[in-house]
């Protein structure tokens, strides 16, 4: 055990350092202290760090093991989603047909494309996948207009969106995310 401890410090050590580093380039986003032509890097171990340190505070209950990928223009996230947790800890019961197809945790990975530019920002979600299970086209379609948006009507999916904070784009690679100010 004490072995164990000893090799995970290096592990906790570093999300820690990534999450408070990412915490200030935030800082210095939201602030609007960054000067014109400005880029700020997000690496994704950053971006790990801080999903892992803050979905547990907007989603205490429900969501397990959250991960990010990057790729170009693109980025996935994947996690174990109990989705009957996830509906009690938003304070709305499931009927007892949901309970009994989606009771336990799943592995659900999404699959989004996004653009920016001009202060501008789209995601297009390509794929959702659940239990192993790919869902895409018009059943995605279906899904997101008739689950996902009833629920989060502020998700903006498939239109674009302003980027706060004089952020002109992103540019999503698969070693980082660049942030432009404008």
């Known amino acids: 055990m004490a072995r164990l401890l000893v090799l995970a410090i290096p592990f906790y050590a570093a999300t820690q350092s ?3 580093s990412i915490k200030h380039k935030f800082e210095l986003i939201e602030t609007e202290r960054l000067k014109p032509g400005s ?14 340190e803050e979905l547990p505070k907007t989603v205490p209950d429900g969501i397990r093991e959250p ?8 980025a996935t996230g994947s996690a174990l ?3 009957v947790k996830l509906r009690k800890a938003q304070g709305k019961a499931p009927g007892w ?8 945790e799943h592995p659900v ?13 789209t995601a297009e979600v390509q794929s959702v996948e659940i239990s192993g299970m790919t869902i ?6 279906f899904l997101i207009q008739n689950y996902l948006l009833p629920y989060y009507p502020e998700a903006k999916i498939g239109q674009p969106f302003e980027l706060s904070h004089r952020m002109d784009r ?4 698969p070693n980082q995310v660049a942030v432009y100010i404008k």
């Open 39 to 52: 880029r700020v890097t997000l690496s994704p171990q950053e971006l790990n760090a801080y999903v892992r």
């Open 81 to 83: 989603v109990d989705f």
């Open 18 to 20: 990534d999450y408070v």
């Open 67 to 74: 991960k990010l990928e990057l790729g170009s223009g693109s």
């Open 109 to 121: 990975t999404v699959v989004a494309r996004i653009q920016s530019s001009g202060g501008r920002a």
């Open 136 to 141: 895409e086209g018009r059943m995605l379609d």
């Open 170 to 173: 992103l540019d999503i690679k």
């Open 97 to 104: 047909l949901m309970r009994q197809l989606l009771a336990g």
